[in-house]
């Protein structure tokens, strides 16, 4: 199977091709908290041309849901079910917190992985991963406190933009812990794997926002109906 692997949830625009029996084909990711909208299609275009690969090869386009950046999340969904649509492919979403927990459930699933995104004002967007990479916290929005103590209730990996906050909460309880691993965002390769992982048709590619967004309209502003 060969997959297309785009992500702009978080502070990097990055995408990848994948092909089950090859590994990785091309990918890139640039660091940007902003301008993914810009830099996603010329950066899927260099990639599929250094794989040698026309959209009509790839088996199935693979995306990140979310949590993210509101922006970010519709700019790579929307590119990913365009191109799923012109090229006749399915599309395949999977969370942010999945690919962020992935790597390290792969290395060793015996031990827990708390994957947490940092959503500002002392609040995370968290999940928790038990032994066999089954869910034992749903992905949410938590305060940070509820986080620090999800990491403290066993040795676990910490993973994702925010796993350097909770390891310094754990730190001041003086809790121990298997390891942080704190990226800005999931590592491409990994979408992509989960991706072609995925089971078809049951997980669609629609936003998990996890909150409402900052900005609201002003109802002031609304122009009275006739």
């Known amino acids: 199977m060969r997959v297309l692997a785009i992500d702009t949830a978080l502070a990097a625009c990055s995408a990848a091709v994948f092909d089950t029996a090859r590994g990785i084909l091309a990918s890139e990711s640039l660091p940007i908290a902003r301008g993914h909208a810009e830099a996603l299609m010329p950066l899927i275009a260099r ?5 040698g690969m026309a959209f009509a090869g790839i088996d199935r ?30 599309a395949v979403g999977l969370s942010t917190l999945s690919a962020y927990a992935a790597p390290h459930m792969a290395a ?16 995370v967007y968290l999940q928790v991963f038990g032994p066999g990479g089954r869910t034992s916290t749903a992905p949410r929005l938590a305060p940070l406190h509820e986080a620090v103590q999800a990491a403290a209730a066993a040795p676990a990996w910490i993973v994702g933009s925010a796993a350097r906050i909770i390891a310094a909460g754990l730190a001041e309880a003086d809790v121990a812990r298997v390891a942080v691993d704190a990226c800005d965002a999931p590592d491409i390769a990994w979408v992509a794997r989960v991706g072609a992982a995925v089971p078809e048709g049951s997980s669609p590619p629609k936003p998990l926002y996890l909150r409402a967004p900052d900005a609201q309209p002003q109802n002031a502003a609304q122009l009275p109906r006739r």
Request: cysteine-free.
């Open 47 to 51: 990639l599929m041309s250094e794989a």
């Open 61 to 90: 386009v693979a995306v990140t849901t979310g949590p993210g950046s509101f922006t970010g999340l519709r700019v790579g969904i929307a590119a990913a079910r365009g191109i799923a649509l012109a090229a006749q492919k399915p």
């Open 108 to 123: 060793d699933d015996t031990v827990p992985v708390v994957a947490a995104i940092d959503a500002r004002h002392q609040h």
